[in-house]
Structures are given as C-alpha cells and as structure tokens.
Nanobody, 124 residues
Framework: QVQVVESGGGLVQAGGSLRLSCAASGRPGIIYHMGWFRQDPGKEREFVAAITWSGDNTDYADSVKGRFTISRDNAKNTVHLQMNSLKPDDTSVYYC?????????????????WGQGTQVTVSS
C-alpha cells in the first residue's frame, strides 16, 4: 500500500503563485511515476501535469503549460507543482496521484493511489 499526502493549497489572488507538494510513502526504495489532477464538483477529474520516475520527462495540460512546473525529489519521494500566474479558472481541488505499475500519462485510470486532495482558490 502507498500513502499519498498533498500539502500547500490555499487562497491566492489572481496572478499570484502557490507551490503544492506531494509525498508518497509505504514502499521504501521504490520510485513512481506521479501526476497532478484537479476536479471541480460535478465534473470529471482533469489532468494537470505528470512526471516520470526519473524526472526526465514531464507533461502538462495545455491550460497550464508555461505557468505550472512539476518537479521531483527522489531522495524524499516527493513531487512539487509550482503554480505561477494563477487564474480564477485554476480554482479547484488538486489531487496527487501515483502510478505504481502503469505509465505517467493523462488518464486517471493509469494511477493506482491518490491523495485526499488540497483546495486551491484563486480570487479575481
């Protein structure tokens, strides 16, 4: 079993920045592909960004490309999402996800473990 814990959400004004962090634990020595998604009430979970276990490859949704940066620290098995130039449309609950056996792609079904989510609110 893998535990996934997000942190760093909050309230920020439009144009501001936030940094989300995600720690995955439970299987020492194993490094995973990881991703970030977001979801609004009544809507499907939306892909935001993903990073391979090595950190060599990243992927971003078009809506966040150039504003968000995903990175990782494998020594701590953590992933960060630096969010700059935030817009009110970025308001959502953000979820960190771990792909233990699949790939770091854009489909929620590719991820095996999920965090509880952290609220990001961007005011206009």
């Amino acid at each position: 079993q893998v535990q996934v814990v997000e942190s760093g959400g909050g309230l920020v004004q439009a144009g501001g920045s936030l940094r989300l962090s995600c720690a995955a634990s439970g299987r020492p020595g194993i490094i995973y592909h990881m991703g970030w998604f977001r979801q609004d009430p009544g809507k499907e979970r939306e892909f935001v960004a993903a990073i391979t276990w090595s950190g060599d490859n990243t992927d971003y949704a078009d809506s966040v490309k150039g504003r968000f940066t995903i990175s990782r620290d494998n020594a701590k098995n953590t992933v960060h999402l630096q969010m700059n130039s935030l817009k009110p449309d970025d308001t959502s609950v953000y979820y960190c996800a771990v792909s233990a056996w699949g790939s770091a792609d854009r489909r929620p079904v590719s991820y095996d473990y999920w965090g509880q989510g952290t609220q990001v609110t961007v005011s206009s």
